[in-house]
């Protein structure tokens, strides 16, 4: 069992920054693949991110190439989210998930993860 906490989110401008977190407790953090994932009003939960167990593969959606950069510290148990430039169509709730796996690989499929935290609203005014 995998326990995943999302902070980090707000209320900010166009065009300005926010860091999102995921502490993770339980089992082994550093054998899980972790994601990030969205979800705004109305519309299905879509991939944003994802890193592998070490951080040394990373995979984005084309919507946040370049903008976000997804990090893990494996000695804090600790998945992050940077986003810069944010754009309204950034608003949504964001969660963090993991899964359990000995490869050292990216998941950008919302229907692989196992564990998934409660979410962190971001909303970005124009």
């Known amino acids: 069992q995998v326990q995943l906490v999302e902070s980090g989110g707000g209320l900010v401008q166009a065009g300005g920054s926010l860091r999102l977190s995921c502490a993770a407790s339980?089992?082994?953090?550093?054998?899980?693949?972790m994601g990030w994932f969205r979800q705004a009003p109305g519309k299905e939960r879509e991939f944003v991110a994802a890193i592998s167990w070490s951080g040394g593969n990373t995979h984005y959606a084309d919507s946040v190439k370049g903008r976000f950069t997804i990090s893990r510290d494996n000695a804090k148990n600790t998945v992050y989210l940077q986003m810069n430039s944010l754009k309204p169509e950034d608003t949504a709730v964001y969660y963090c998930?993991?899964?359990?796996?000995?490869?050292?690989?990216?998941?950008?499929?919302?229907?692989?993860?196992?564990?998934w935290g409660q979410g962190t609203q971001v909303t970005v005014s124009s």
């Open positions: 339980g089992r082994t953090f550093s054998t899980y693949a």
């Open positions: 998930a993991a899964h359990f796996t000995p490869l050292d690989i990216v998941i950008p499929t919302t229907s692989s993860y196992d564990y």
